[in-house]
């Protein structure tokens, strides 16, 4: 197409075939250097492959990051970077640290108020205070666990177990214990670590601290032990004591009681009230579904014999010793 028939084509299409014109040139341009282009495109994904741990971090459930820049001041202490995935450049670097409770448990060896050596083994349970993981980066590290919890702790349980005899701290007073260690682990974080000079920091949060296990040199734990048994046989012979002072009581006052029916009933005891008494028992035997007989004979008191149909034995009604009946008596 010459130039004079280009004018007379509208302005759009004039515009879309300097494009394809300018495409065309570029892309036989970028196909005479395909060769390099292939080589620098190998280059690059080999630098993404390298680069990626150092730019792609990711943070677990319930941990917590701190950023370390390279070329921007170090250790960033205004942010806490939280779980998830994080992008970062290159040359810098972010540490990650677990947020969740833990445990560590270790062998810590005292010396009670006698001099005696104590060997406690101790675990305590802590998590991180979020707000200040950056400054306990920057004037820790990572091996906080045994550079700062764990000496202060061992340290601590000295000084309190120092004040105790053996058998106090083997016996009732273990939670004492316990409380007075955590409470001046607590203390020795919050006052006396503090690198900084103007601020004191909450560096973690102690959750508690126990005593596990307690050894004792050899034979004092036995001896704790025979003194122990001693003092509960002691208060076994007491309560045997005070066992038989009741029952002493208890017996008292039963043969008062029986002294005091005797008296009551022997002086209204009469021959017409134990007849009445045996006419109403006879009464309610002659109720009763069981199989029994009845011998009303004329013998010395004049009460009822009641028969026993499988004992065959007769028994009085009034307790006393009932003579035989005569022959001619009746059945009822």
Request: aromatic fraction near 10%.
């Amino acid at each position: 197409m010459d130039e004079a028939a280009a004018k007379t084509l509208p302005r759009t299409t004039r515009w879309a075939n300097s494009l394809r014109r300018r495409c065309a040139r570029a892309g036989r341009r970028l196909y005479s250097y395909r060769h390099e282009l292939v080589i620098l495109l190998f280059i690059a994904a080999g630098g993404f492959v390298f680069f990626m741990p150092h730019i792609w971090y990711t943070i677990p459930a319930g941990h917590l990051g701190v950023l370390w820049k390279r070329f921007e001041g170090g250790t960033v202490t205004d942010r806490v970077f939280a779980e998830g995935t994080q992008l970062i450049l290159p040359w810098d670097h972010l540490y990650v640290y677990d947020a969740r409770l833990q445990q560590v448990q270790d062998e810590v060896q005292v010396l009670s108020s006698d001099g005696l050596q104590i060997t406690l083994t101790l675990a305590w349970r802590f998590h991180l205070n979020p707000q200040t993981v950056p400054m306990l980066h920057k004037f820790v590290g990572p091996d906080y666990g045994a550079t700062l919890v764990a000496p202060t702790v061992a340290a601590r349980a000295r000084d309190v177990i120092a004040v105790y005899r053996p058998d106090e701290v083997y016996t009732e007073d273990r939670l004492k214990i316990q409380s007075q260690i955590l409470e001046s682990v607590r203390y020795d974080l919050y006052n006396n670590f503090n690198p900084t000079g103007n601020e004191k920091y909450t560096w973690m949060i102690m959750e508690d601290v126990l005593i596990k296990a307690i050894t004792l040199p050899p034979g004092v734990q036995e001896a704790i032990v025979r003194k122990n048994a001693a003092f509960h046989e002691i208060d076994e012979f007491a309560f045997r004591v005070q066992k038989e002072e009741k029952e002493a009581e208890r017996k008292r006052i039963e043969a008062v009681g029986i002294r005091n029916f005797q008296e009551i009933v022997s002086n209204g005891m009469s021959d017409s009230y134990l007849r009445w008494r045996g006419i109403e028992a006879t009464l309610d035997l002659a109720k009763s579904p069981n199989a029994k007989v009845v011998v009303i004979g004329n013998n010395k008191n004049g009460l009822p014999l009641i028969l026993n149909m499988d004992s065959k034995e007769g028994v009085e009604l009034s307790g006393a010793a009932a003579a035989k009946p005569k022959p001619k008596a009746g059945s009822k």
